[in-house]
């Protein structure tokens, strides 16, 4: 729970006690809880925002406020509405428990040394049609943010983690089988990021980092690894894959929410096969027009700052998937890292020739051994490359987004593994960045002659 909503939590449970503590009657106690009760409450109202999940909580703390009013008017009885005050003490238990259930996560701060902006924009694909959605025969519409090295002087002024957040969140409830409401919360999570600030002055192009979601994902779902990239000097550029994301955030508002159609349940395995070969190839064409977009200056600020000869690309489950594809058919990919890419929808030739580039493979326990991870090995067998399969035990495939840091019951609700989320992330921003630095910047260690030193990090030679 958040500091305010802690101190809240602290007084309501005070105003509980106080009328059945023979100390605390007096009038001048009364009018100190209450008004420090307001003044909390109101502290955390502006300056935290209020959510469902401490409803009771808030009842409670106007019964307390109310009734330490009344005593101040009469002599409180010590001994009636003892039931009362308990059924009260139990709201806001329910509102304390809830809330620390369901929190507004901090998460990771960037570890590098720099201050990180960022900037979303909209993109349209004229030259292809969305496959997917209401209006398959409109353009491709998608949504970009990027997250550079902002300027060591701009202010400092973070921003939400995802825009929209009430709309946002009851998409993602419904695609996760929660009631609609469950996620309303998730706009009052912050990122460490400040809009559009301007990009770092130091001389010398940028380089890029491309990074993909997977099916039901979205842009910032590992927006951690984002700003810190960012804050070691890389941009990194990442795609809602619209209708293939569990929600689409426009600049204008709109939320457009997953086509579950593209990527069908209950059907025969050769129309799965198909809907899957299609999906990656539109998220993989989707990174493609992205880097002719940053060539193009869709991000004003970075244009002309930007090195787009020789960028890595980085992608979870199907955008792992589309990372391979792309870099086997782009040559601006200098360097990949694939968080359980997802290659059985990935054509036959790509893994049957291998990659020449750079290839990390960084994978969770969860699919360490499944089919997936047979085409995986013959990927990296035919590769003439760097490459390497790493597994880190213990994990599950989403422990890699944020998902693991959305609640203390993550792994119970099936949106985790069982180990420690920062860990996870510790390992996988360390071996992305390592590989990264190594094969984009030429950077002295190379991470498989010195793996990053986890004990939960296996090299699979």
């Known amino acids: 729970m958040r500091p305010a909503e802690l101190a809240l939590l602290a007084m309501v449970l005070v105003g509980t006690v106080r009328p059945v503590t023979r100390a605390a009657r007096a009038p001048a106690v009364a009018v100190l809880v209450a008004v420090v009760t307001l003044l909390v409450a109101a502290g955390h109202v502006f300056a935290e925002g209020a959510r469902w999940q401490l409803t009771s909580l808030y009842l409670a703390g106007v019964v307390v406020v109310l009734a330490a009013a009344g005593d101040v008017a009469r002599t409180p009885d010590p001994r009636s509405g003892r039931g009362g005050w308990a059924l009260v003490g139990l709201l806001a238990i329910l509102g304390g428990t809830l809330g620390w259930a369901l929190p507004i996560p901090t998460l990771p701060a960037p570890s590098g040394p720099r201050p990180v902006g960022t900037s979303v924009v909209e993109l349209v694909d004229e030259q292809r049609l969305d496959r997917y959605g209401p209006n398959p025969t409109a353009p491709r519409r998608l949504v970009l943010q990027v997250w550079y090295p902002a300027d060591i002087d701009a202010p400092v002024r973070p921003g939400p983690l995802i825009p929209a957040g009430a709309s946002f969140g009851r998409h993602a409830a419904s695609w996760l089988g929660f009631p609609p409401f469950t996620l309303d919360h998730v706009g009052l999570v912050r990122s460490h990021a400040t809009a559009d600030v301007p990009p770092t002055p130091e001389a010398g192009a940028l380089q890029v980092v491309v990074y993909a979601h997977g099916w039901g994902g979205f842009r910032t779902i590992q927006s951690d690894l984002a700003e810190s990239l960012a804050s070691h000097g890389y941009v990194v550029a990442a795609l809602d894959h619209t209708h293939g994301s569990v929600a689409t955030s426009f600049p204008d508002g709109r939320v457009v929410p997953i086509d579950e159609s593209a990527l069908p349940d209950g059907v025969a395995s050769d129309v799965y096969d198909a809907a899957s070969e299609r999906l990656v190839e539109t998220f993989t064409q989707d990174l493609a027009f992205l880097l002719d977009e940053l060539a193009e200056g869709a991000v004003p600020a970075l244009t002309g700052r930007l090195d787009l000869d020789a960028v890595g690309v980085v992608g979870h489950s199907t955008g792992g998937g589309a990372a391979v594809r792309l870099c086997a058919e782009d040559r601006r990919c200098a360097a990949v890292v694939g968080f359980d890419p997802w290659v059985e929808p990935v054509p036959d030739v790509v893994v049957g020739d291998g990659l020449t580039v750079p290839f990390l493979a960084l994978r969770s326990e969860e699919w360490v051994g499944n089919d997936n991870d047979a085409r995986l090995r013959r990927l990296r067998a035919s590769s003439t490359g760097p490459a390497a399969l790493v597994s880190v035990a213990g994990t599950a495939h989403r422990d890699v987004t944020l998902l693991p840091f959305m609640s203390p019951l993550a792994a ?44 939960e990090s296996i090299v699979d030679g």
């Open 412 to 455: 119970r609700l099936g949106l985790a593994g069982p180990t420690d989320g920062a860990r996870t992330h510790d390992i996988a921003e360390t071996w992305t960045r390592g590989w990264l630095d190594h094969h984009l910047r030429g950077a002295v260690r190379d991470p498989l002659v010195q793996p990053p030193e986890f004990d």
